[in-house]
C-alpha cells in the first residue's frame, strides 16, 4: 500500500500538470507584451523630435493604460548616451540619429532597428561665430571643431571634410556633449561646431551663429528609432503600438505647427522662436525600417570604420527587427 503523504504529493503534481496544460490556450492566445507582464515600457528620449511631441500629448499614455501598461520617460543629452543606456538596460526603446547605433553596435550593444523618420539633411549643421572668418569648408583646415563624439553630426563632418578634401587627420576634433560644446563655442574655446536642432536653432537664434554648410547635399540624418532586442522580441505587439502612436502624432504635427512648437516648448524649455525654427526643418513620417536604409547605414559604418573612427568592422543587418517583429509592423490593421 502506498503512504497517504505520497498519494497527496502525486494528486498535487497531476493537478499542477492538467493547470498548466488548461493555462497554455490562454497564454497563447494573448498578446507578447501581456503573456510575458510587461508593466511599463521605458522610453529614452532627447530634447527635440516626434518622442518629445508624443510625450508632451500623452496618447501613448492614454492607449496603453487600457492595458494596463505604464509609461516611463528618461531625457538624455544626446544619442550616444541614450543607446548606453538602452545597452545597460534602463530604457527599453528610443531615438537617436544615424551615427549612434553604428558606434553602439561596433561595441557589443544588442540592439535592433524598428523605425525610422524620412531624411531632414537640413537639420543638422556645421556652425561658426558670427565674427568668424571661416568662410569655406576649406578654412577648417588645422581648426578646433566641436562635436558629440558617434551622434548623427559625426558623420556630416566627415563627408563635409571629404568635399573639401580635408583629411580628418587634419583638423583637432574636440568631442563634448551639447551643452559643454555650446560653451565652448560661446567662449571661443573651439572655430566650428557641429551640431543638430534645436541646438543648432538655439545657436542661430541666441547667439548669432553663421552656418557654414548644412547636411543638405551630403548625408541624409534619418532619424531612428531602436529597441533592445530582448524587449522587441518578447513585445512585438507592444512595439507596434508605440510605432503606431508615433506616426499618428507625426501626421498630426505636419499640419498643426504651431501646436507642435508649443508643446516642444513647454516639454523642452527652449524659447518658442527657436522651437518654430528648428520645427521648420523636421521631416515627418515614421516608417518601419526597410532594407534600404540599412544598406544606407551600412555606407556610415563602413566610411567609420576606414577612419578608424570604429574598432571594428560591423554588418548593420545583424540589427534588423527580429521576424516576428517584422511581421508585425509590416502587418495592415
Given at each position: 500500500m502506498s503512504d497517504p503523504l505520497d498519494r497527496v504529493q502525486q494528486r498535487r503534481r497531476t493537478l499542477g500538470l492538467l493547470f498548466a496544460a488548461a493555462s497554455l490556450p490562454l497564454a497563447a492566445g494573448l498578446p507578447?507584451?501581456?503573456?510575458?507582464?510587461?508593466?511599463?515600457?521605458?522610453?529614452?528620449?532627447?530634447?527635440?523630435?516626434?518622442?518629445?511631441?508624443?510625450?508632451?500629448?500623452?496618447?501613448l499614455e492614454k492607449r496603453l493604460r487600457e492595458k494596463n501598461i505604464a509609461v516611463k520617460w528618461t531625457e538624455f543629452p544626446a544619442g550616444p548616451q541614450l543607446l548606453e543606456g538602452l545597452n545597460v538596460g534602463s530604457i527599453d526603446f528610443g531615438t537617436v540619429g544615424e551615427a549612434p547605433p553604428i558606434f553602439a553596435q561596433a561595441a557589443g550593444a544588442n540592439l535592433v532597428y524598428v523605425g525610422n523618420e524620412p531624411p531632414s539633411p537640413s537639420s543638422e549643421a556645421i556652425v561658426v561665430p558670427k565674427g568668424s572668418n571661416l568662410r569655406s569648408l576649406a578654412d577648417l583646415k588645422g581648426k578646433k571643431i566641436a562635436l558629440n563624439k558617434g551622434s548623427n553630426v559625426h558623420f556630416l563632418l566627415v563627408k563635409a571634410l571629404e568635399k573639401a578634401g580635408i583629411a580628418y587627420t587634419d583638423i583637432q576634433p574636440v568631442y563634448l556633449p551639447p551643452a559643454d560644446a555650446r560653451a565652448a563655442f560661446e567662449r571661443g574655446a573651439v572655430d566650428a561646431w557641429v551640431i543638430w536642432d534645436p541646438f543648432l536653432a538655439a545657436a542661430e537664434k541666441q547667439l548669432g551663429a553663421?552656418?557654414?554648410?548644412?547636411?543638405?547635399?551630403?548625408?541624409?540624418?534619418?532619424?531612428?528609432?531602436?529597441?533592445?532586442r530582448?524587449?522587441?522580441?518578447?513585445?512585438?505587439?507592444?512595439?507596434?503600438?508605440?510605432?503606431?502612436?508615433?506616426?499618428?502624432?507625426?501626421?498630426?504635427?505636419?499640419?498643426?505647427?504651431?501646436e507642435v512648437s508649443t508643446i516642444l516648448a513647454a516639454q523642452t524649455g527652449l524659447a518658442p522662436e527657436v522651437v518654430a525654427l528648428a520645427a521648420q526643418r523636421y521631416a515627418y513620417g515614421v516608417k518601419p525600417v526597410t532594407p534600404e536604409v540599412l544598406k544606407a547605414q551600412q555606407d556610415i559604418a563602413d566610411a567609420f570604420h576606414k577612419l578608424k573612427l570604429i574598432p571594428k568592422p560591423i554588418v548593420v543587418r545583424d540589427a534588423q527587427p527580429p521576424a516576428q517583429l517584422l511581421a508585425q509592423l509590416l502587418a495592415k490593421e
Open positions: 507578447a507584451h501581456a503573456a510575458d507582464a510587461t508593466k511599463e515600457v521605458r522610453i529614452g528620449y532627447q530634447k527635440y523630435g516626434t518622442l518629445t511631441l508624443l510625450k508632451g500629448r500623452g496618447t553663421r552656418v557654414l554648410i548644412t547636411g543638405q547635399g551630403l548625408v541624409a540624418n534619418h532619424q531612428f528609432y531602436l529597441a533592445a530582448g524587449f522587441a522580441q518578447q513585445n512585438p505587439a507592444l512595439v507596434r503600438i508605440v510605432l503606431d502612436e508615433l506616426a499618428k502624432v507625426d501626421e498630426w504635427g505636419r499640419t498643426h505647427q504651431q
